[in-house]
């Protein structure tokens, strides 16, 4: 039953709650250093959990150039270096369908550097498309915590552009009209599959 | 127009050529001591040339503990530590479909051990096919140069059954009764997409 208060407002128990429960998730949240990766990876631990979908990051390629063995069981790398990757970080599969994207953050306030973006990367991309694949990125404006999701065919327009002569960064205001933002919420952290599932119906 | 000998059998020019090339491969390629890796590599490359499929080995997951940052540019890895595998080390896309495998090889005759899978892989492999992925295991016998594709829920047969308490390996007789033989070619090397493409009707 609906009740009211003599003003005809409607009345709602303890109407404080869901403001300070806001307000503790941006304690909790804001202040807690989580950088992107973290927060993906919770992500997919979520729907890997909660059977939804079945992503991993790739680990980090590395050229290995010393190994000391120094029992049957142990061996350690002893000098090591990183290599660019050739492909995009995280990958898996949703429903059947292939997925794969790359997350990038930025401190700037009004536009995505694509220098954040190889070469490589974007080739890969571009044979994941070709290939039938869901291909995206996830951007982040670290300062005001904005998350979007970005499909690769709009990168690849802006990615032309500045192989074009143009600009070499995305504005801010493209993101808005060609990205869709991502809510950051507590289970999951960035529910980027929910947009896909409208997106490519499935 | 087919010629034939006078004993009826067809005539064919130059009769020794197939032969000739046959055994110029197994030169070529039966000692040069190329490892199933290698193999599955050299295939991923072509099918990525020729736009077939895009499929990518993942990198080996490693713990790094102490990197030197000697400059700007150079970070060297001076500790680091592998880590065992929780995923397979395959995956990629072909006509959208997500296809997702491991692939081992064994010295054995008679059967291949169910050692070389992780419970952590066989996991991961039922999470797959849970989300409809096409999920596999490429098995080689090294001796006899024979390498057989075997779907993951065959996998899963021999796996459940010896933790039920049977045998520690699968048969190989049994890898041929519900596996796929995979003919060791030229350009690719190792056709596994061929087998999937008329198993999964894509």
Redesign the interface.
């Known amino acids: 039953m609906e009740l009211r208060y003599p003003n005809g407002k409607v009345y709602k128990e303890n109407p404080g709650t869901y403001n300070t429960q806001e307000k503790q998730k941006n304690i909790l949240y804001g202040n807690r250093g989580m950088t992107l990766e973290d927060d993906l990876n919770e992500t997919n631990a979520y729907y890997?959990q909660e059977?939804i979908?079945?992503i991993?990051k790739?680990?980090?390629?590395?050229q290995?150039v010393q190994v000391d063995y120094q029992s049957r069981s142990?061996?350690?790398?002893?000098?090591?270096?990183?290599k660019q990757p050739?492909?995009t970080d995280y990958?898996?599969?949703?429903?059947?369908?292939?997925?794969?994207f790359e997350a990038k953050e930025t401190q700037n306030h009004t536009s995505f550097p694509l220098h954040n973006f190889h070469k490589h990367q974007i080739s890969?991309m571009k044979?994941?498309v070709?290939?039938?694949?869901i291909c995206f990125v996830i951007l982040r404006f670290a300062k005001e915590e904005e998350i979007f999701l970005l499909e690769s065919r709009h990168l690849f327009f802006y990615w032309d552009r500045m192989l074009a002569g143009g600009r070499k960064s995305i504005k801010k205001e493209e993101i808005e009209a060609t990205g869709y933002p991502i809510p950051v919420g507590y289970r999951p952290r960035i529910d980027y599959i929910a947009i896909l599932k409208k997106l490519y119906n499935f």
């Open positions: 890997l059977g979908a079945v991993h790739k680990p980090t390629p590395i290995i142990t061996a350690v790398i002893k000098e090591a270096y990183f050739s492909t990958n898996g599969v949703c429903c059947g369908k292939y997925i794969d890969h044979q994941v070709a290939q039938g694949g």
